[in-house]
């Protein structure tokens, strides 16, 4: 099993960056895919971005060019930086993981066996 914590949330007016991280316990990410999402105020919990453990990525059209979605193995660790940020960016951010190793990167929700209690980002306008 894998538990997952996410921090780096805060309050930030838009145009500013935040940095969120997510730090693995319980078993290694090394060869799992692992993604972000967010839940925005009122509304369904979607996809942000996704890498794999080679490095490939994956980006919501929304984030693109404003977001870079990073791990560090050694770590155990996920990253989002996130710049150029917009009041519609407001959402609670949630880490996740894939529990087969070595498996494609997927933008759907129950692609997902882990979850973090995510953090959250408000970005003020």
């Known amino acids: 099993q894998v538990q997952l914590v996410e921090s780096g949330g805060g309050l930030v007016q838009a145009g500013g960056s935040l940095r969120l991280s997510c730090v693995a316990s319980?078993?290694?990410?090394?060869?799992?895919?692992m993604a972000w999402f967010r839940q925005p105020p009122g509304k369904e919990r979607e996809f942000v971005a996704a890498?794999?453990?080679?490095?490939?990525?994956l980006y919501a059209d929304s984030v693109k060019g404003r977001f870079t979605i990073s791990r560090d193995n050694a770590k155990n660790a996920m990253y989002l930086q996130m710049n150029s940020l917009k009041p519609e960016d407001t959402a609670v951010y949630y880490c996740?993981?894939?529990?087969?190793?070595?498996?494609?990167?997927?933008?759907?929700?129950?692609?997902?066996?882990?979850w973090g209690q995510g953090t959250q980002v408000t970005v003020s306008s």
């Open positions: 319980g078993r290694t990410i090394i060869s799992i895919p």
């Open positions: 890498i794999r453990s080679g490095g490939s990525t």
């Open positions: 996740a993981g894939r529990g087969s190793t070595w498996s494609r990167l997927s933008s759907e929700r129950s692609y997902y066996d882990y």
